[in-house]
T-cell receptor, first 115, second 114 residues
Framework: GAVVSQHPSWVICKSGTSVKIECRSL??????MFWYRQFPKQSLMLMAT?????????EQGVEKDKFLINHASLTLSTLTVTSAHPEDSSFYIC???????????FGPGTRLLVL | AQSVTQLDSHVSVSEGTPVLLRCNYS??????LFWYVQHPNKGLQLLLK??????LVKGINGFEAEFKKSETSFHLTKPSAHMSDAAEYFC????????????FGSGTQLTVLP
């Protein structure tokens, strides 16, 4: 199956700083990438959908100025959590799909802890 | 609109006994259905998917699921549980074969007892 990677896998930061998470599709062209967050013992919640070369579409209740998404190439999308606060601590998972790809391939996730 | 309900938040079985994880769905169109597994602090792994072909779908690690339109169900089964099957399982629905809008169930935590 297709491979999607995320970097970093773990990040700890101080409150007020910004954190960037990368999501890469390693063996296919990801025309669309998705960003999810998962709180402990809960399901995945879609945050935003990004199409390569265009602005991301955010789900209701997700602040676009706080969670900046860039999808500048067919293999890379980034999520930047700006001015992070402890309540942003969560597991962030990306997924990717492409032309002719009938499923989403998920990355291994990034655990963010904001102190 | 689409939705998915996982009927059990926790299931506990003994090693070597059958596994049944229940899932019911609601979809306006012909749905695609998926089961994903998530081990602690790991990403999601696709177990199997249904996309309007055979109603009995075989997946990895001995899992299978049957699509029953009349019951709007897509239950996940395995004849004999292994300790390594202990994980969180998510049932997921997507409309019309599209990978673009997935709706996740709330998850079922499977515990396998020795």
């Amino acid at each position: 199956g297709a491979v999607v990677s995320q970097h970093p896998s773990w990040v700890i930061c101080k409150s007020g700083t910004s954190v960037k998470i990368e999501c890469r599709s390693l063996d296919f062209q990801a025309t669309t990438m998705f960003w999810y967050r998962q709180f402990p013992k809960q399901s995945l919640m879609l945050m935003a959908t990004s199409n390569e070369g265009s602005k991301a579409t955010y789900e209701q209740g997700v602040e676009k100025d706080k969670f900046l998404i860039n999808h500048a190439s067919l293999t890379l999308s980034t999520l930047t959590v700006t001015s992070a606060h402890p309540e942003d601590s969560s597991f962030y998972i990306c997924s990717a799909t492409g032309q002719g790809v009938k499923t989403q391939y998920f990355g291994p996730g990034t655990r963010l802890l904001v102190l | 609109a689409q939705s998915v309900t996982q009927l059990d938040s926790h299931v506990s079985v003994s090693e070597g006994t059958p596994v049944l994880l229940r899932c019911n769905y609601s979809s306006s169109y012909s749905p695609s259905l998926f089961w994903y597994v998530q081990h602690p602090n790991k990403g999601l792994q696709l177990l199997l998917k249904y996309t309007s072909a055979a109603t009995l779908v075989k997946g990895i690690n001995g899992f299978e699921a049957e699509f029953k339109k009349s019951e709007t169900s897509f239950h996940l089964t395995k004849p004999s549980a292994h300790m390594s099957d202990a994980a969180e399982y998510f049932c997921v629905v997507s409309d019309a074969g599209s990978a673009r809008q997935l709706t996740f169930g709330s998850g079922t935590q499977l515990t396998v007892l020795p």
